[in-house]
């Protein structure tokens, strides 16, 4: 049984920074690739990809984040972390941590509030 625990969010005013950390329980995330995920706020709003680690390490960013948000991942220590520099109000959201296995499961963390505002 796979388990992901988000950790870092909170609140922070414009321009500022947060770190959010998602920490694996077993074995298989080396060979899983790591994706984080938001949902902001509202009815209808959808949860979008905001970044992504493969297990080779190449990283892909959704464009509203480009320049401002790092990925990374620490194999041997089971975790993912995603650094995210001058914040704005419309990064406010609920941010996921995602594990897609080699087989193709996918496994979710809990979710952690990320709040951009003054």
């Known amino acids: 049984q796979v388990q992901l625990v988000e950790s870092g969010g909170g609140l922070v005013p414009p321009g500022g920074s947060l770190r959010l950390s998602c920490a694996a329980s077993g074995s298989i995330f080396i060979a899983s690739d790591m994706r984080w995920y938001r949902q902001a706020p509202g009815p209808g709003k959808r949860r979008d990809l905001v970044?992504?680690?493969?297990?080779?390490?190449?990283?892909n960013y959704a464009d509203s984040v480009k320049g401002r948000f790092t990925i990374s991942r620490d194999n041997a220590k089971n975790m993912g972390n995603l650094q995210m520099n001058s914040l704005k109000p419309e990064d406010t959201a609920v941010y996921y941590c995602n594990l897609l296995s080699w087989g193709g499961t996918e496994y979710w963390g809990q979710g952690a509030q990320v709040t951009v505002s003054s």
């Open positions: 970044a992504g680690i493969s297990r080779f390490g190449v990283t």
